[in-house]
């Protein structure tokens, strides 16, 4: 039981000018406790409606469910009133209820009036009073005593399972605390001992985080492995599938390349050197996605890194930074091979353009192809076969004939004319050769022949299906050489890496070194878990108890 003071309503001297908000303040501090009996005291000669004590406790208890009212002053009450309605709970009504005292006067305490005699007395005037005689029973001190210790009592009995819950759940998360803080190292085979157990956990976490086993709020987000899967496909794969082979490369680019392929001869064929030159310059386009590929992979490794949850490392500030730096290490020296490697992928890539690969399209489909989307531009005018001479019809039938055994080849060769067909050229008046040399900077002539347009875009279509072919290599050998030489060989290397640079002797005392205030933690944490263990066995010890009247 604590005993409140009275709320002072101005400050005397000696006392503070905040003196009133002091005080309320304090009282709020006992009674806003939910499992708090509230006994607000008034005086009976005053109106309940300007008593402080209910004005406070209906703040914290609107519903009156644990505040009983105490009335005191009833014996010197105004002549012709009285307190029933008020012991009745008419006025201001509290489940707990009124209990209506007499206490000793200041003339009966300069009198040295014991209780006992002032018990006698009160007991007396309740009986004796017209007014309150039929009340008696639930009137006084010591009717008050024993309503208390039975409301207690009920209050005890229904707080009890609650508070041995509460106590238990403030027990484990204490001993949860100690568990985290662990036992005082003292020889030099207990620190060994924890040093090695913690790289091992350190490793197991690492792997069962890469692996999806130990994995927290699964249901929140992407983590672990499933982070380092949702790079290789959502982010990689996809990335490469929007690289257009052709970006780089316009008509008057191809051309220009067909041209220098053929060289001195003339293009009637599609030369294979033009098209291996131009796919080999967009293969390379491939490179920098991987290597960022590998670096994503690399800080999402030193993501899981950071995200470990040992209790130990929390514990030892310097045992989880070295840690923290041999991992970054490993993973730092696995970059070096692993890019080599991609290096190495895509110059195989280019090394030797296979062009029987079965999904490779091929000169003749290619062919076709280009034919069929250049057709309704390109066109041959209609000519009457019927009024053109027989050798001309059947030269326009050889110059459809494919002559050549190449895969590359799509044009015939010209049929030549006869003597008969020779027409004379008439001599033409004699010019200077002195002619100007050529540009240094050459470039072929804007306007290209139907021949070449047809060059062009058979040219553009093998370049795709190749890319394709090679996109799909890269964007599968990529994420294995990244899992080979980077993450599977960091999770299967990273404990052997920690025992040979953490594990010795010489470094245990400093690895192992705790801070000034995990000690004080530690202590502080095992007075809690023995005052709450004597909790638990007082509230064991609790029976239901009846009191004498």
Known sequence: MVDLPGIVKISVSGQSNDIEQSIRNMIFEYISNPDT?????????NDLANSDALQLAHQVDPNGERTIGVLTKIDIMDRGTDAVDMLNGTVFPLRLGYVGVMCRSQEDINRNVTMKKHLLKEEKFFKESPVYGRYADRLGIKYLTMRLNKILQTHINNSIPAIKKKVHDELEVTLEKLKEYGEALSSRDAKTGVLLSVIQKVAKSFQENIEGKNVRNVTEELMGGARINYIFHQIFVSGISKIDPLQELNDQKIRTAVMNATGLGSSLFVPESAFEILIKSQIPRLHDPSLNCMNLIYEELKSIMCK????????????????????????????????????RLIDVEGAYINTHHPQFIGGSKALVTAQAQLRPAVQEPLIDKSILPQPIIQKKKEETIMTSSSWFSFRGQDVPKSDQEEEKIPEKPKISFDFAGPPSNLQPSSKMTPEEKEQIEMIKILIKSYFDIVRVN????????IMGFLVNRSKDELQRELVKKLYKEEQCDELLEESDGITQEREKAHEAADGLRKAIHILNEVREYKISE
């Open 37 to 45: 009996i509230i006994l607000a005291i008034s005086a009976a000669n």
């Open 308 to 343: 470990i949850e040992i209790p130990e490392l929390e514990r030892f500030k310097k045992l989880k930074d070295a840690v923290s730096e041999v991992i970054n290490q490993l993973l730092a020296s696995r970059l070096k091979p692993t890019r080599k490697m991609i290096d």
């Open 474 to 481: 890269i964007g599968d050998l990529v994420p294995k050489t």
